[in-house]
């Protein structure tokens, strides 16, 4: 595939997001392998910034680089659009630190891209193809690059209390991007609200350029774009970080609750794989395929799940596999008032968080995965869900049962369905997504 670039210069202006600054951002062709970069004509001998996962300076709500004195913020949104449409040469000139907001979404970039008619170049597009499992995780969020030949990203996103959980999976190209993730438009809890404030952030933000979720309601100036608009706005935000390369990935990218931190922790990974093998290191291997193994035990006692995974206080949240089969088992929680997170939810009514009880059914279906094969050295990641529902509250006194079954197995790729239930009723269900991933990239 050859490299593309504009055939004209085009202009956009507007107010940032963080910053509240008047900008104008123009878009000037580049010749081939020049790759894109920022300009900042608004400073002393108008510097050049080049946007690399190693200049990134600040990662709170958006993504910054800074290569001297020379800084720009927010960059996530128009590099994606950029890479969302296939542009691989450009000059972008900005008269201040940050570029216009628009409405959020990347829709406006795209717009000033068709108009400037994207064109290819005499030079062939280089890519990085991955070959190997690269992965990341942070408390409940975590991202992982698979091996694939193009690139997709399958992504679940989530608040705290499980409400607005959405789960998409998409192979992005030009056309993918523009119909299905441009128009999906950044989005806030309003209780984050005065914390960013006191941040000096979001001095340009308003409900022209965001959307902001307050309990179980949406407050937006129009309606939402898509039913699932904001797991589409977490694929917007993740092709634009990933940018930070410096080479066009071919990978398939699965990501629960991810943020700008975790993408370009993603990313950093993904750069010393990529200069690794630029510096003509070893070839990163293609994951051998697990092999099965044939157990004999039926149940496991807390002594056995612990030597299992890798979980540990307070966040074990299995006690007993009552019934181990081949492609199915059934687990016990014991829902005890000593559990920490009763302390907080919710003091005077305590009722079990509900991703806690998704985390249950991804461990149980972890320790199934991990006892149906032999996989030493690796660990059974939980990468996404999707279908996920809860019924009715789990509250102390309850015993929970998980029943859990495999439901495809594809080299280092596992699916499952699992629920739970109180007393033979279902309180939640869902279909859960794990990768196999080696011990020292988990690490």
Not at 77 to 87: E, F
Not at 395 to 414: C, E, F, M
Request: aromatic letters at 4%; charged letters at 25%; a neutral charge.
């Amino acid at each position: 595939m050859k490299q593309r670039t504009l055939l004209r210069e085009v202009s956009i202006k507007g107010n940032a997001l963080h910053t509240g600054d008047a900008v104008q951002m123009t878009f000037k062709p580049a010749p081939a392998n020049h790759g894109l970069v920022f300009k900042r004509v608004d400073l002393h001998g108008q510097p050049e910034i080049k946007p690399r996962v190693d200049l990134v300076t600040d990662l709170v709500r958006a993504t910054t680089i800074q290569q001297g004195h020379a800084k720009i913020h927010t960059v996530e949104h128009v590099l994606s659009a950029l890479s969302g449409c296939g542009i691989d040469n450009l000059l972008i000139e900005m008269n201040a630190s940050e570029p216009p907001i628009m409405d959020g979404s990347a829709r406006e970039f795209v717009k000033l891209i068709q108009q400037g008619e994207p064109v290819e170049q005499n030079a062939e597009r280089e890519y990085f193809a991955l070959t190997e499992t690269v992965s990341v995780s942070k408390g409940n969020s975590s991202i992982i690059a698979l091996p694939f030949d193009g690139l997709k990203i399958t992504c679940t996103s989530a608040d705290d209390r499980g409400i607005h959980t959405q789960h998409l999976s998409l192979t992005i190209d030009p056309d993918v991007y523009v119909t299905q993730v441009a128009a999906s438009r950044t989005f806030t809890v309003y209780e984050d609200i005065e914390e960013l404030i006191k941040l000096g952030k979001i001095k340009g933000g308003s409900l022209d350029c965001a959307v902001v979720i307050k309990g179980d309601k949406i407050i937006s100036k129009e309606p939402l774009r898509f039913a699932d608009e904001f797991v589409r706005h977490k694929i917007l935000d993740i092709i634009g970080d990933i940018v930070l390369l410096g080479i066009p990935l071919k990978a398939h990218i699965v990501a629960t609750r991810p943020g700008h931190a975790l993408n370009a922790e993603l990313t950093k990974h993904l750069l010393e794989k990529y200069e690794a093998w630029k510096k003509g290191g070893k070839k990163p291997a293609k994951p051998a395929a697990p092999k099965a193994e044939i157990t004999t035990e039926t149940s496991l006692d807390i002594r056995r799940i612990l030597d299992t995974i890798p979980h540990r206080y307070p966040f074990v949240m299995i006690d007993r596999i009552a019934e181990l089969g081949v492609d199915e088992l059934t687990a016990i929680k014991n829902v005890t008032i000593n559990e920490p997170f009763f302390q907080g939810h919710y003091p005077g009514n305590p009722v079990m968080p509900g991703v806690l009880q998704l985390e249950a059914l991804a461990q149980a279906a972890g320790i199934l995965l991990i006892r149906k094969m032999t996989i030493d050295g690796k660990v059974a990641l939980f990468m996404s869900a999707d279908k996920v529902k809860f019924r009715k509250p789990v509250r102390p006194g309850d015993q929970l049962s998980l029943k859990v079954k495999l439901t495809k197995l594809r080299g280092a790729i596992a699916c499952a369905e699992g629920e739970c239930s109180v007393g033979g009723q279902v309180v939640s269900s869902a279909e859960l997504m794990f990768a196999l991933v080696d011990n020292a990239d988990f690490d």
